[in-house]
């Protein structure tokens, strides 16, 4: 498929790009906003998949699914955003999931992880196609919290937004536990813990330098070099796979969103 004929709906469905996902999370605890309402969130950290899980099940139902699915997907994001709430210290709110600008920070990070994924894959995106691509992405925040007029008008805007948020970010001791906690889960299937120092080395190796330095996440030349090599040989094996193993992930979640959704609401 020619580079301009390329949309949303073969990109996101893309299943190496789950590879990027605890990128996303972790820049997403790394405000602290997000962090310490995850932080409070108890079923969080024992439960390492959920957040994934749920994430990956809102974005194909959005991006794939009927308006039916994709409004059964929002209601069940909310649902479980209702109790990560933080508090100040003299005990009033401070901040809620359903914050405007905190969705559009989740919405941003899920944008520039999967692009970030998707172009080391197959290499950089004709800038038209980007462009496309990049106002298709604004209706994962506005399916949810995100008023249309606060996604970034272009991709030069956006850049400039994500370098702004990204210098904003910090960290602390509450954050860095549950940074811990879903890269070395003490819980969860056994293919899991199986899988996770392949994991880990995807999710360090794919965040920015200094957000590794925020959560005191080691990194060396020995480890880049080992980074290296599975971008190298993901690149040249996955794109060889049939469509249909690529995008099995995708299916699986449509499917699964499919035989649980809602009664529509009349």
Request: charged share 20%; aromatic share 8%.
């Amino acid at each position: 498929m020619a580079g301009r004929d390329l949309g949303m709906r073969d990109i996101a469905g893309e299943g190496v790009l789950i590879a990027a996902g605890g990128r996303s999370i972790l820049l997403q605890i790394a405000n602290p906003a997000i962090g310490h309402g995850v932080a409070h969130h108890s079923d969080f950290a024992s439960r390492p998949l959920d957040r994934l899980r749920g994430t990956l099940t809102y974005v194909y139902a959005v991006v794939f699914g009927t308006p039916a699915e994709a409004a059964s997907a929002s209601r069940r994001v909310n649902r479980a955003h209702g109790p990560v709430v933080g508090e100040a210290a003299d005990g009033a709110p401070a901040y809620s999931a359903f914050t405007p600008e905190l969705q559009l920070w989740v919405a941003a990070t899920l944008y520039d992880s999967a692009i970030t994924m998707r172009e080391l894959v197959f290499g950089p995106l004709e800038h038209d196609v980007a462009d496309a691509l990049y106002l298709d992405y604004a209706v994962l925040g506005t399916a949810l919290q995100v008023p249309a007029g606060l996604w970034p008008a272009d991709r030069a805007a956006f850049a400039v937004y994500f370098r702004d948020r990204l210098a904003e970010l910090r960290t602390d001791a509450t954050t860095r536990a549950v940074a811990r906690q879903l890269l070395h889960p003490q819980t969860g299937p056994v293919w899991l813990r199986l899988l996770m120092p392949l994991g880990r080395l995807l999710t360090v190796g794919l965040l920015p330098p200094h957000v590794r330095d925020l959560f005191d996440l080691d990194w060396s030349p020995r480890l880049q070099r080992r980074f290296d090599r599975v971008i190298a040989f993901t690149a040249v094996v996955y794109p060889l796979l049939p469509r249909r193993l690529r995008h099995w992930p995708k299916n699986h979640y449509l499917r699964a969103v499919r035989q649980s959704i809602e009664p529509a609401v009349v």
